[in-house]
């Protein structure tokens, strides 16, 4: 009986926080710089999110491997709904090439709910000689190239390791601190070649900055229809499409976590949210429920589990 009072007690007690949540500004972790692809994202759903909470959602920027940095600092955060974590497929990534690390986000972390996905695009620097992925495989096997990442464990560094190793050739990784200071070398002439998400890399694209080689999505996109996906250039099954979403500290309580979900569902409704992410080249990526969103996030973690192990990608840090 003492029990049961007591459950009762704590159930009340969560109920009438989460009915004055949220009281003050919330904190939304970005694991990569500002300016980069989960940044923009994070920025367009806080918009949202804040509104329909009522409170300011602050974006606080903390990169660093792989986004692990700011994950560590979010699970160990108060569990009470003020500090979030803008989760992407990054850490599914960092979890299968290094299992050492120091995060376990199933555990660590109560799912919110997922915001928006993109496609990654294989782009050069326009002085390069190479218009296919072919013939800068070609070209990289005759002179020294190096590619631009985000950071070492991003899937943009993997998708180079992986194009590395399906195509036998050499290629030196050169990592950065998110994506906006790898795509200025880039465009520099400083690095050839990079992996990089298409909300980021569309305006150089446009600009002629870049040149786009091919997709990591199954099809074309509407927004490079003449560029062919990495299946089409030989490489099939070559698919590192990104996806954020938002989590929590894991004993935030559920009324709380539910409160957050909805609001990013009611922003994600928004006519002007999804024309903001559509103007990022993104698409809106609802998860429909918490749970569903723990599911997406188990299976992603598995395949690129599996990803890892049947290329043999080995990073070296």
């Not at 459950?7 to 694991?31: D, N």
């Not at 806080?46 to 602050?58: M, N």
């Not at 070649?193 to 909300?199: E, R, V």
């Not at 938002?246 to 569902?265: H, Q």
Request: aromatic content about 6%.
């Amino acid at each position: 009986m003492k029990k049961l009072l007591a459950l009762v007690f704590c159930l009340s007690i969560g109920s009438a926080v989460a009915q004055t949540y949220p009281e003050k500004p919330i904190r939304l972790l970005v694991g990569f710089a500002a300016g980069g692809a989960a940044d923009l994202a994070a920025r367009a759903i806080a918009d949202g999110v804040g509104a329909s909470l009522g409170k300011p959602v602050i974006i606080e920027n903390k990169p660093g491997a792989g986004s692990v940095v700011a994950a560590r600092e979010a699970a160990r955060a108060e569990p009470d709904g003020y500090t979030l974590m803008f989760g992407s497929i990054a850490l599914s990534v960092q979890l299968a090439i290094d299992p050492s690390t120091p995060l376990d986000p199933l555990n660590d972390f109560a799912t919110v709910g997922l915001v928006s996905e993109a496609p990654n695009v294989l782009v050069v620097n326009p002085e390069l000689p190479v218009r296919s992925v072919k013939e800068l495989i070609d070209y990289a096997k005759a002179k020294p190239v190096s590619f631009a990442s985000s950071g070492v464990g991003t899937t943009l560094h993997l998708s180079g390791e992986m194009l590395k190793d399906a195509a036998k050739v050499d290629i030196v990784h050169v990592p950065y601190k998110g994506s906006n200071p790898a795509l200025n070398d880039l465009v520099a002439g400083r690095v050839q070649m990079m992996f990089d998400s298409m909300i980021t890399s569309m305006p150089l694209i446009k600009a002629g900055k870049l040149r786009p080689l091919a997709v990591t999505t199954p099809k074309r996109t509407k927004l490079l229809p003449e560029v062919p996906t990495m299946a089409e250039a030989g490489y099939p099954d070559f698919e590192t499409n990104v996806w954020f979403g938002v989590l929590a500290p894991k004993k935030t309580p559920r009324l709380i976590v539910e409160r957050i979900a909805d609001a990013i569902s009611a922003s994600l409704s928004d006519a002007k949210i999804a024309a903001r992410f559509e103007s990022l080249s993104m698409d809106v990526m609802r998860s429909e429920s918490p749970e569903r969103f723990a599911e997406f996030f188990k299976r992603d973690i598995e395949q690129w589990n599996a990803r890892v192990a049947k290329s043999g990608v080995k990073v070296q840090k």
